[in-house]
Structures are given as structure tokens and as C-alpha cells.
T-cell receptor, first 116, second 113 residues
Framework: DGGITQSPKYLFRKEGQNVTLSCEQN?????MYWYRQDPGQGLRLIYY???????QKGDIAEGYSVSREKKESFPLTVTSAQKNPTAFYLC???????????????FGDGTRLSIL | QQQVKQSPQSLIVQKGGISIINCAYE??????FPWYQQFPGKGPALLIA?????SEKKEGRFTISFNKSAKQFSLHIMDSQPGDSATYFC????????????FGTGTRLQVTL
């Protein structure tokens, strides 16, 4: 089955700790994205990547870091600098081939991060 | 800031009724407008999408109406069913932006029996 796999489903972070959220896709999509979802709010873009070894900040990148060493993988690290990390984190991917920029994003089922 | 404003925040509709969710945008460069459906504990799933060269797109019970001059678009769910109870997000993006989506704040739809 083609899709996006996020793990773990639930994650707990202690104060001062960095945690890494996994996102893997087997859709052969060029672009990958990380969003944060808070109750009653829409999805806000944290980081995105159009190609391996390159990524750009989204609207709320502070306190987060990413890497894109493989086309299939786009892990997100929530650092201790992120003071309010409790949220539902969603990873997505899309196909940019043809350069139209108007390709639908496909989402994983998210990781819920909480503070201990 | 590029915004997409969505209303209402929540909606209760009886089974068989029509659910209507509205969105308005500011950035005239937006040229692709998808709607996503999200169930609790799951990621959003693409429901239907429209480009501004058409005023309406229908897929089954779901219809998008688009008004380019007013910079508004809406989702109509005909013959609403309890299984449609979910949160719906409108979104927008423009060509050349790596498909970065700007999302509305979501509408929680409850379809009652």
C-alpha cells in the first residue's frame, strides 16, 4: 500500500529534552511537509522540503529542526527551545513533477506530542 | 499574512440536509483550492478541489462553488449522512510555491439522525 507512515502515534517529552518524529513515504513524492495542529486551529506549516538535502522554514519553524537525507524520509525534531510543543503533528507529501505547484498533499495519521 | 477565513466554526445538520461551509481568501495569487476531511485521530484526507477557471465542481454529494470576484468558495454536502461527521478544512495555494497550503481554521460538522 502506498502512503505516509508517521511514528510513533503518541510521544511524551520531558522538560529540556529533544524528541524526533518520524515520517516515511512510499509515494515517490518530491515534496514533504510538516504541520502542527492545535485544537480549534487550522494546520500551520513548520518546515517543507522540495528535494533531498534541501528544506525551507514555514510559518512557525522556531524550536524545530528537520533533515531530508533520503527522498522517502523527513524527520522532525522538536527541540527544547520549543516552549509549547504539545500538539498534533502531521506530515504530508506531494508530487511536484511538472512544476505546476498545484498538486494535492497526502497526509499521514499524525503524532500526538505531550509534555510530561 | 496570507489568510483563509473559514466559517462556521461548528455546524449541526440533520440527516438528509445540506451542509454548507464557507471560506474567503485575500491572496489573488491563489490558484488551487482543496477541501480536506479529517476524522478524530487521523490525518486530513483530500475530499475535492477546484481551480479558479471554473465556478463549480461536483463529485458525488460534494460540490465546491467558487466566486473569483468575491474571493470566496464554499463546500456543499448534499444529503448529509452521519458518516460525514468530521472536521472540514478549506485550503489554498498558488503555483510556484511548492504546493504550500494555507489552511482555514476548520469546521466541525455533526450530522444528527
Amino acid at each position: 500500500d502506498g502512503g505516509i507512515t508517521q511514528s510513533p502515534k503518541y510521544l511524551f517529552r520531558k522538560e529540556g529534552q529533544n524528541v524526533t518524529l518520524s515520517c516515511e513515504q512510499n509515494l515517490n513524492h518530491d515534496a514533504m511537509y510538516w504541520y502542527r495542529q492545535d485544537p480549534g486551529q487550522g494546520l500551520r506549516l513548520i518546515y517543507y522540503s522540495q528535494i533531498v538535502n534541501d528544506f525551507q522554514k514555514g510559518d512557525i519553524a522556531e524550536g524545530y529542526s528537520v533533515s531530508r537525507e533520503k527522498k522517502e524520509s523527513f524527520p522532525l525534531t522538536v527541540t527544547s527551545a520549543q516552549k509549547n510543543p504539545t500538539a498534533f503533528y502531521l506530515c504530508a507529501s506531494s508530487n511536484l513533477r511538472g512544476g505546476t505547484g498545484n498538486q494535492p498533499q497526502h497526509f499521514g495519521d499524525g503524532t500526538r506530542l505531550s509534555i510530561l | 499574512q496570507q489568510q483563509v477565513k473559514q466559517s462556521p466554526q461548528s455546524l449541526i445538520v440533520q440527516k438528509g440536509g445540506i451542509s454548507i461551509i464557507n471560506c474567503a481568501y485575500e491572496n489573488t495569487a491563489f490558484d488551487y483550492f482543496p477541501w480536506y476531511q479529517q476524522f478524530p485521530g487521523k490525518g486530513p484526507a483530500l475530499l475535492i478541489a477546484i481551480r479558479p477557471d471554473v465556478s463549480e465542481k461536483k463529485e458525488g454529494r460534494f460540490t465546491i462553488s467558487f466566486n473569483k470576484s468575491a474571493k470566496q468558495f464554499s463546500l456543499h454536502i448534499m444529503d448529509s449522512q452521519p458518516g460525514d461527521s468530521a472536521t472540514y478544512f478549506c485550503a489554498a495555494t498558488s503555483t510556484g510555491t511548492a504546493s504550500k497550503l494555507t489552511f482555514g481554521t476548520g469546521t466541525r460538522l455533526q450530522v444528527t439522525l
